[in-house]
């Protein structure tokens, strides 16, 4: 999915060694349907040349050797007309205590200080150079601009110190950049929780019971809240491994918590819900984990011996609580989802919707969504309206919070 076809950006490269990182951040944003254009401050040069940015993002490169002034041509000021955003990555010490202070003394400099959107810097820097005192106040400063920083990491460096510094993954990159231009004013800074896969219920301490839920819906629910502005938590059972965007992970500004039991969701869930009672937006929950609906009435401590158990073992079970019935829905937006057999599917999910006393329900049956599949179909079911939802499972994502944020109008 193209999340971001046709949107302009501009990637500024500062010398740095990390500068062949750059080349994937052009590629990923090329996948996800970006238009690219590159700046290269003259020190980049030594690193890389500009054909290679040139054979990536097929545009041509703002150099020193290429600029223009002819009609039409390339020039910092054209470059910075033409941008929606403008990411420096990487970024380096000088380029940031230089673009600080207003300097301009090379063409990404220039092309920075011209462009008047959002801009976005991804430092990259031996570690005490990056806790200088002088790097960390022109940190503050374009912070205080409205520039986004997007913090290095802490790892071996080139220099064969280990510390922070080094340029953040070139996926995180990509997805805080993305949610600066996909963020949208409703999702911005809103709370929402999430919940995903299916429970794990122990027997003892080497077997359980649980479902095939994958838990794939609730990433891709997590990774569109977050592109959308909002501050995500994602409560959930199972992962699979880069499901997401060309094997992107999720970002790690999600809030992720890897719980097993209903008993598990159940607490955390009210603790979220309790520590954020009081914020400016109403909060939205999306259950979309599958939680038993029963679970061992005696969980044995070490393994249990067959030898011990005879030929008919019978385990004794007892019903779980109904979380999403039974949790606090003061001032809380709430989507739940059901999976149902085609027959009467849509009766038992409107009932649900009546008495879990729910806003929303998300809808899909075992015959058009198999578990674990990348594509699904739901339907969006509230108590004023009806949707038809299929595609991918991000399509069907970013689909829901557009119908879920219709429910801020109709919450009582």
């Known amino acids: 999915m193209q999340l971001l076809q046709g949107r302009r950006i501009i990637l500024g490269v500062s010398a740095s060694i990390s500068i062949y990182k750059s080349l994937e951040i052009l590629q990923l944003f090329k996948k996800l349907g970006a238009e690219i254009k ?13 054909l290679l940015f040139e054979a990536l993002s097929h545009s041509q490169v703002l150099e020193c050797d290429s600029e223009s002034w002819e009609a039409n041509k390339l020039n910092h000021i054209s470059l910075a007309k033409w941008g929606e955003i403008l990411l420096i990555a990487p970024a380096s010490v000088n380029t940031i205590n230089k673009l600080a202070a207003g300097i301009a003394d090379n063409l990404l400099l220039q092309t920075a200080i011209a462009f008047k959107g959002q801009k976005v810097v991804a430092p990259a820097a031996n570690t005490t150079m990056f806790l200088d005192t002088s790097t960390q106040e022109s940190l503050q400063k374009l912070i205080q601009r409205n520039t986004h920083i997007i913090s290095p990491i802490c790892k071996e460096l080139a220099c064969q110190d280990t510390g922070i510094g080094a340029l953040q993954e070139p996926y995180e990159i990509v997805l805080q950049t993305a949610r600066m231009l996909l963020k949208e004013e409703f999702w911005e800074n809103r709370e929402v929780v999430i919940t995903g896969g299916g429970s ?9 019971i649980s479902n095939f839920s994958s838990g794939k819906m609730a990433q891709n629910l997590a990774l569109s809240a977050y592109l959308r502005g909002a501050n995500v938590t994602l409560l959930a059972s199972k992962f699979f491994p880069y499901p997401l965007l060309f094997n992107l992970p999720l970002s790690t500004q999600i809030q992720i918590q890897h719980l097993n039991s209903a008993k598990d969701f159940q607490n955390a869930l009210q603790e979220w819900i309790t520590q954020r009672k009081t914020t400016t937006k109403v909060p939205y929950l999306f259950m979309a984990a599958a939680i038993s609906d029963y679970s061992p009435k005696d969980i044995q401590k070490g393994k249990l011996k067959k030898e011990n158990l005879g030929q008919n073992w019978q385990l004794e079970f007892t019903q779980n609580t109904d979380i999403l019935a039974s949790i606090d829905k003061t001032r809380l937006h709430t989507i739940g989802f059901k999976l149902e057999e085609s027959q009467n599917a849509l009766i038992r999910a409107k009932k649900a919707l009546q008495t879990k006393k729910i806003d929303a329900i998300c809808l899909n049956t075992l015959e058009s969504s198999p578990f674990g599949n990348d594509s699904s179909q739901i339907h969006f079911i509230t108590h004023y309206f009806e949707e038809s939802l299929q595609g991918s499972k991000l ?9 879920s944020a219709l429910l801020e109008n109709n919450h009582d």
């Open 395 to 403: 399509e069907i994502s970013l689909n829901i919070l557009k119908y």
């Open 38 to 50: 590159v700046v290269m401050s003259n020190e980049s040069k030594k690193f890389l040349t500009p």
């Open 200 to 208: 794990i219920e122990c027997i003892d301490s080497v077997r359980y």
